[in-house]
């Protein structure tokens, strides 16, 4: 009879271990290895005596595998990128799955990455699946004197309240100007897409301007690559390819500016 | 008012939302609206746990079930609450062993809705027109493999249990897989969802 119990448990523990056996498409249950991608990604930057810095900068992945898998391979082909930044959608529909499928794909990337929140990867409780797997929305770190800074600009997702983009929080991380020599600004929704909250768009661009540092803004969203001087206040934004596009661009930093290059 | 009945009658409210009085219970109980059967199944996307009556048709070549599904905090993240309806085809390619019957393969189709405005605002409201985003949230549908053994009981109540394991392939998940066709990274495995189940056959 012990044995029996013992059997019944085990199979109890394998049925709730076992991914194939979903519970509804809109369940929260990232593998606990997958927890806090983007602070552990962080933490695996390597520091290098050169002061150019050399970003690989992908987006919207979505459902699209097969390109997303050449994408990396084109990029792990490419000697001394630092790392790479995804500009959000990682995922299509939001769902579990689709995050374990896109995290796993990713992690073949030789280089760490960082995501940035967008839209697609908000719907059903994709929120609350991105906070545990990637961490908080916003978030920033500093490598080799620059400060990198994402930012949730997915206002549709969060009701157009006034608080997403948090303008405030955007504004400290800027502040702190003897501690950064440039400020790289990552968001998925541009200021300009009817996605973006209009009452904040002026805040928006003060909050950039005010401390003269930011160096670059990068987007996604668009799925197509742009680059342009939006309002003259000499701050360059730069768009990024959905990996659908089999694209992706570099960016290189250094002291005195920045570079960037498409790549197909 | 005995168990079976008082099973019944729940499953009946459940269904059709209409009361009956006890006189009207006995007649019913075998009409063909009747459920012959009850399915309890463990995951499958229809809740950790989902429950509800099934009705056997056309001649034992065809199975309708409908569930409701619980999924708790502690497994889904969030309790979600889900709605499942099923049509099942089963051939007529049983195997017979002793009080036994194996029936191999059955194929159907499942559609899923699952409760809440968190699933249901992206599909027309105030800051998600329709047509915004081209698939319905709370709305989902599926094709459905299932392998059934049925073991005869003689018992007053119960005619008989089934268990069953089902696959089952999700529209959202299938078109993944179709857009990446030719793909080395996702292929049929992965959009495979498993669920296995109890049938309590009481007709």
Redesign the interface.
């Known amino acids: 009879m012990k044995l029996k119990k013992f059997i019944i448990v085990l199979l109890i523990l394998i049925?709730?271990s076992?991914e194939?056996?979903?519970?509804?498409?809109?369940?929260?249950?990232p593998e606990s290895q997958y927890r806090n991608i983007n602070q552990r990604n962080i933490e695996r930057l390597l520091y290098t005596a050169t002061d150019t810095i050399r970003i690989a900068i992908i987006g919207d992945s979505q459902?699209?595998?097969?390109s997303t898998?050449n994408i990396i391979k084109k990029i792990n082909a490419i000697p001394n990128i630092n790392f790479v930044i995804h500009t959000g959608d990682l995922v299509?529909?939001g769902?579990q799955?689709?995050y374990t499928?896109m995290h796993e794909?990713l992690s073949e990337l030789k280089y760490p990455y960082v995501a940035v929140v967008g839209n697609h990867d908000l719907?059903?409780?994709g929120a609350?699946?991105y906070n545990?797997m990637y961490g908080e929305f916003n978030f920033s770190f500093s490598y080799m004197g620059n400060k990198f800074i994402f930012l949730n600009t997915n206002c549709?997702e969060f009701?157009?309240d006034s608080k997403v983009p948090d303008i405030l929080w955007l504004e400290n991380e800027l502040s702190d100007t003897s501690n950064y020599n440039h400020a790289i600004l990552i968001n998925h929704v541009p200021p300009y897409h009817t996605d973006f909250n209009p009452d904040l768009v002026d805040d928006y661009r003060t909050a950039l301007s005010k401390y003269r540092k930011v160096l670059l803004c990068i987007n996604g969203h668009n799925h197509f690559h742009t680059f342009s001087e939006l309002y003259n206040e000499g701050i360059p934004y730069l768009g990024s390819f959905s990996t659908s596009k089999n694209k992706f661009i570099t960016v290189e930093i250094w002291n005195e500016g920045f570079q960037f290059k498409i790549i197909e | 008012m005995s168990i079976r009945n008082s099973i019944i009658v729940s499953f009946i409210m459940m269904c059709f939302s209409s009361g009956l009085n006890a006189q009207e219970e006995r007649t019913i109980t075998n009409k063909w609206y009747m459920p012959d059967h009850i399915r309890l199944q463990?995951?499958?996307?229809?809740?950790?746990i989902s429950s509800g009556p099934a009705w056997t048709l056309l001649k034992n070549n065809f199975e309708l079930a409908y569930s409701i599904?619980y999924?708790p905090e502690f497994?889904?993240?969030?309790d979600?609450y889900?709605a499942a309806f099923k049509g099942i085809y089963i051939p007529k390619l049983y195997f017979n062993i002793k009080k036994t019957i194996i029936k191999p393969l059955s194929a159907g189709a499942v559609f899923n809705y699952?409760f809440g405005e968190?699933?249901s605002k992206?599909n027309g409201s105030?800051?998600?027109p329709k047509g915004y985003?081209w698939?319905n949230?709370s709305f989902?549908m599926g094709l459905l493999l299932e392998s059934e053994i049925y073991v005869k009981i003689k018992q007053k109540h119960m005619k008989g249990l089934g268990f069953y394991i089902e696959a089952s392939f999700?529209d959202?998940?299938i078109?993944?897989l179709f857009?990446?066709h030719?793909?080395?990274?996702?292929n049929l495995w992965?959009i495979?969802?498993?669920?296995?189940g109890i049938k309590i056959y009481f007709r």
């Open positions: 049925l709730f076992c194939k056996f979903e519970f509804s498409h809109y369940q929260i249950s459902r699209f595998y097969n898998k299509d529909f769902l799955w689709e499928m794909l719907i059903a409780n609350e699946i545990l549709r009701g157009f | 463990y995951a499958g996307h229809i809740g950790l599904g999924v497994a889904g993240g969030r979600i889900i699952t968190r699933y992206y105030k800051n998600y985003l698939w949230t989902r999700w959202l998940y078109l993944s857009d990446n030719n793909s080395s990274y996702i992965d495979t969802t498993l669920g296995l």
